[in-house]
């Protein structure tokens, strides 16, 4: 059974767009215009890599994935990582699709407002806080129907200021959607969100 996570997807991240958001940042391109880029080249990425998680029978005839429209108003920047307060103790496992669980850290929370409602999520880290990489699995109203049962994901790079942007038109669906081989975390029930989030990767 493969790890989706961390390994896996933090190597498919250098296909995704994390270069695409520097260039943003030095080249000026529009928001929508520099999503629309890091789609085109994960769909790339899928249909071409040797490490694409479409079974290769299936690669040929893969069309790309399918996505909400961008919705800027679900991107939040400069948010810092909040101390975890709640009762579930810091270190615990997380159990993953194929039945067995893996390790992780609560690392804190990040809160956010939708459409005036105060949110929030709690960040995770595999090992350790070394990297300032989290990994943020959810859960929302959309849920079973337009996006996949066990959640999307989120990984969050530390900026230079020491915050964090939480972009929905980033999440991503786990590789076991694509491939039952891949064992993929299931998303913690303090990660449940009871709006829509209409943003990332759908169905």
Known sequence: MADEHPHHEHDHREHEGHHDNEGH????????????AWRAD??????????SPIPEENRLGFLGLPYFPVDE?????????????????????????????????????FSFTVNGVAQRLTAYTFDSLASGALFVPFMDATTGTDTYGAGRYLDLDQDDDGTYALDFNLAYHPLCVYDPK???????????LPIRIEAGERL
Do not use: M, W
């Open 42 to 51: 994960k769909d790339d990425a899928f249909r071409t890599a040797l490490d």
């Open 73 to 109: 108003s679900l991107r939040f920047e400069g948010l810092t990582l909040e101390p975890y307060a709640g009762n579930e103790p810091a270190s615990f496992q997380i159990e993953t699709t194929d039945g067995e669980t893996r390790p992780y850290v609560r690392a804190g929370s």
């Open 182 to 192: 891949y064992s993929c975390p299931l998303t913690p029930a303090e990660n449940r």
């Open 25 to 36: 940042e030095h080249e000026h391109v529009p928001y929508p215009d520099a999503i629309q």
